[in-house]
């Protein structure tokens, strides 16, 4: 117990240099030095820190958005891992979750939930250590987008959206829990890729599947659309995570969906034509990840994305 508080201890630390400069700082963008400067100018000239990067073509505007994304990925991190220290310390074991609902069994293609077998033992993601909670709290985009997805479906455009959606996943059912997340994989990756901050004008959005097959969307949105895929075809939910990662070879900040099958745990991935086996990609650090029961944190054996950073 007292290990794991130092972890997340040292976690959150890391995770407080979560401001703008900090994390140009940390990537090696801009010095500390000019860090300090910038700040006296902005101080100076009354602007937002990021259009003043702009503005002195420091960054470009995609490297600005790349960066506030980063920012609201460790705010939020900070945030979670915040309220999971104080979980551990007051061995708080109840969720504060339970009200949200279970909106995809509500659409369930299946008359019955096939019957998976149980996993014999759910391997830590990428190699790394990990801690759950079932107090997802924290976690408002996710909560928030199972709240807009229920309204989404009552309204004429969702009707329609999921009468499209449901012609092309019923097409799954039946089928073993390895070619049907490979066929929803698929199917869902053919949606066209269109950043936050050009759809929604925000850095970070959680779009429900409604307003993903409506105007296309990022890692995230396709990341929920095959979580809501899958659950709707009978898939249950310990078999499935959204995991927020590092992408160490783009050095930003990405979404996936993981499924835990007999044969072992599957990336969905936006950025492959084919789903993979977890334990054959090399080009991702966990963060955290999260289903609508729980969230896991993670922390590598011997260092963690954070840690590097320093």
Same mark, same amino acid.
């Given at each position: /117990?007292?290990?794991?508080?130092?972890?997340? +201890?040292?976690?959150?630390?890391?995770?407080?240099?979560?401001? =703008?400069?900090?994390?140009?700082?940390?990537?090696?963008?801009?010095?500390?030095?000019? =860090?300090?400067?910038?700040?006296?100018?902005?101080?100076?000239?009354?602007?937002?820190?990021?259009?003043?990067?702009?503005?002195?073509?420091?960054?470009?505007?995609?490297?600005?958005?790349?960066?506030?994304?980063?920012?609201?990925?460790?705010?939020?991190?900070?945030?979670?891992?915040?309220?999971?220290?104080?979980?551990?310390?007051?061995?708080?074991?109840?969720?504060?979750?339970? !009200?949200?609902?279970?909106?995809?069994?509500?659409?369930?293609?299946?008359?019955?939930?096939?019957?998976?077998?149980?996993?014999?033992?759910?391997?830590?993601? *990428?190699?790394?250590?990990?801690?759950?909670?079932?107090?997802?709290?924290? *976690?408002?985009?996710?909560?928030?987008?199972?709240? #807009?997805?229920?309204?989404?479906?009552?309204?004429?455009?969702?009707?329609?959206?999921?009468?499209?959606?449901?012609?092309?996943?019923? #097409?799954?059912?039946?089928? $073993?829990? +390895?070619? /049907?997340?490979?066929?929803?994989?698929? *199917? @869902?990756?053919? !949606?066209?890729?269109?950043?936050?901050?050009?759809?929604?004008?925000?850095?970070?959005?959680?779009?429900?599947?409604?307003?993903?097959?409506?105007?296309?969307?990022?890692?995230?949105?396709?990341?929920?659309?095959?979580?809501?895929?899958?659950?709707?075809?009978?898939?249950?939910?310990?078999? /499935?995570? @959204?995991?927020?990662?590092?992408?160490?070879?783009?050095?930003?900040?990405?979404?996936?969906?993981?499924?835990?099958?007999?044969?072992?745990? /599957?990336?969905?991935?936006?950025?492959? !034509?084919?789903?993979? +086996?977890?334990?054959?990609?090399?080009?991702?650090? $966990?963060? *955290?990840?999260?289903?609508?029961?729980?969230?896991?944190?993670?922390?590598?054996?011997?260092?963690? =994305?954070?840690?590097?950073?320093?």
């Amino acid at each position: /117990m007292h290990e794991n508080k130092g972890i997340l +201890r040292s976690i959150k630390a890391h995770l407080n240099h979560n401001k =703008l400069g900090d994390i140009l700082v940390l990537k090696g963008t801009i010095t500390t030095d000019q =860090l300090k400067t910038l700040l006296k100018q902005q101080k100076e000239q009354s602007v937002r820190f990021g259009d003043l990067l702009v503005q002195d073509n420091i960054i470009s505007k995609s490297q600005l958005y790349r960066a506030l994304a980063t920012q609201s990925v460790f705010r939020s991190l900070a945030l979670a891992v915040a309220t999971f220290a104080t979980l551990s310390a007051f061995s708080i074991k109840t969720s504060r979750a339970g !009200t949200i609902k279970d909106i995809p069994a509500g659409i369930s293609l299946v008359s019955a939930a096939k019957d998976f077998q149980s996993v014999n033992y759910y391997p830590a993601l *990428f190699g790394t250590n990990e801690r759950s909670s079932k107090d997802i709290s924290a *976690f408002t985009k996710w909560s928030n987008m199972f709240a #807009k997805f229920e309204r989404d479906i009552t309204q004429n455009r969702g009707k329609s959206e999921m009468v499209k959606w449901k012609s092309e996943i019923e #097409k799954y059912k039946g089928m $073993p829990l +390895r070619t /049907m997340a490979a066929k929803v994989n698929t *199917f @869902i990756n053919k !949606t066209p890729y269109i950043t936050d901050s050009k759809n929604w004008g925000k850095s970070d959005y959680w779009a429900t599947p409604v307003e993903f097959f409506t105007r296309g969307g990022d890692c995230e949105d396709f990341a929920i659309a095959k979580y809501v895929s899958l659950r709707a075809l009978g898939v249950p939910e310990n078999r /499935m995570r @959204i995991a927020i990662v590092q992408d160490t070879v783009k050095n930003i900040p990405h979404a996936i969906l993981v499924v835990y099958t007999n044969s072992g745990a /599957m990336i969905l991935d936006n950025q492959s !034509t084919v789903m993979k +086996r977890a334990d054959t990609v090399k080009r991702y650090k $966990p963060i *955290f990840s999260i289903n609508r029961t729980a969230w896991w944190v993670h922390k590598a054996p011997t260092t963690t =994305l954070v840690a590097s950073a320093r």
